[in-house]
Structures are given as C-alpha cells and as structure tokens.
C-alpha cells in the first residue's frame, strides 16, 4: 500500500476490541490515547503545557517518516489490511530549537511564580499586580507583574512594595523558556501515562 493511502487512512483506524457499531475514528477510548512528543534530543517539546499530539496526528507523522516511535500503548488501530500498536511516546527526527523567551501570558506569569503570591505565598484567590503601579509609570511587562492574592492586591492598593511595607518574596524576572519549562515540571499534569515519566523526569536523582 502506497505511503499515500495509509496517511489518508490513518484518521478511519478502528482500535481492536472496540465496538464494531462504533463509526471508525471516534472511539472515546482512543482520544485519550495521545502521544508524548520528545524533540530529537529525546527531551519533552514542552513540560508546561505537556507536548502532546492527538494519536491520529501521531500515526500520520509516523507514516511520513518525521518521528520514532519510542513506546506504545498496549492497544492497536489497524485498517482491513494492517495495523500497528499506539504510539506513547514519539521523537521528532529534525530537532527543533525551542524559542529562547516565553509567551508573556497570564499562565506563563503564575508559572513563573509557582502559582503562589509574591506577597504572603498564598495559592488561592491569584490575581496580578504591578509592582510599581500603573499611576506612577508602573508597564505591564514580566519585570513589572507579579502573582497576587486578592487580599494582598487590594491591601497594597496603588503604592509600591515600599510603601505598603509588603516585600516581593522575589522579584519579578523575564524568564527564558527553559527557566519557565523547569518551573513546569514542579507541577505534572493530573495524568501521565507510565511510558511517560522516564522521559519527563530523565534527570531527577533517583531514590536509593
């Protein structure tokens, strides 16, 4: 069979065991069968959102030849005439540079602050606040933004950490990519496959 026509059926493979009445490709089973995708230097393309490609995505890149298979499910997706195990965990055969700076976003700014306020520590109720405030020239910018508590936002009010004798637990910084992917793999997602975790956390120290 031509390259061609598995690519073209790799969105219709049914996954053995499943429901013969079900219609091909929308098996609620396989969408939570998603693949892990690790640059070419076998490290996550992302740990915060975690690198994951939808299965179909995952078997068309391997049709096209643009990633290894590292491990798979145990369950299969096959055609009339073929089938192969699910992909677990891919890498990218081209290494792809990953951007030096983040996104400024709201996430990427609780990411950085390891989601608890700058003022008292606290993880619930967030919110921002510019440290020097708006009224006084204070940019909303990744140096002038921090993660606030409401009640520590409102008690800080429109003066400066100084002026409210509130300190930063710690400054606010433009942080690199990498900064902010070590910041992530602090918090896992709710689920992760067990073909997952040598890859995401390769470089732990390992318990005696």
């Known amino acids: 069979m031509l390259k061609a026509e598995l690519i073209e059926r790799a969105a ?14 929308v098996s609620r ?13 076998y490290t ?29 499910y145990e369950r299969e997706v096959r055609s009339q005439a073929w089938s192969m195990p699910l992909p677990s965990v891919i890498a990218l055969r081209q290494y792809v540079k990953p951007n030096e700076f983040p996104a400024f976003t709201r996430f990427n700014v609780f990411l ?11 993880p619930h109720n967030l919110t921002f606040d510019h440290v020097l405030p708006r009224r006084l020239g ?3 910018s990744w140096e002038n933004i921090v993660a606030a508590c409401s009640p520590c936002n409102f008690e800080k009010g ?10 930063l637990l710690t400054p606010p910084i433009r942080p690199t990519s ?7 793999r602090a918090f896992p997602p709710n689920h992760l ?5 040598d890859w995401l956390y390769w470089d732990i120290e390992l318990e005696a």
């Open 193 to 197: 496959h067990e073909t997952w975790r």
């Open 138 to 140: 204070g940019r909303t």
């Open 29 to 41: 089973h396989l969408q939570d069968c998603p693949a892990l995708v690790l640059n070419a230097d």
């Open 44 to 72: 996550p393309l992302s740990y915060y959102p975690l690198s994951l490609w939808p299965w179909q995505t995952a078997i068309k890149a391997v049709f096209l030849e643009r990633v290894d298979i590292i491990a798979s």
């Open 112 to 122: 950085r602050d390891k989601f608890a306020c700058q003022y008292c520590g606290s």
């Open 12 to 25: 219709h493979y049914r996954s053995a065991g499943d429901d013969p009445s079900r219609p091909l490709g």
């Open 158 to 167: 429109g003066r400066t950490p100084k002026q409210a004798n509130m300190p």
């Open 178 to 184: 990498w900064q902010l992917q070590e910041r992530g």
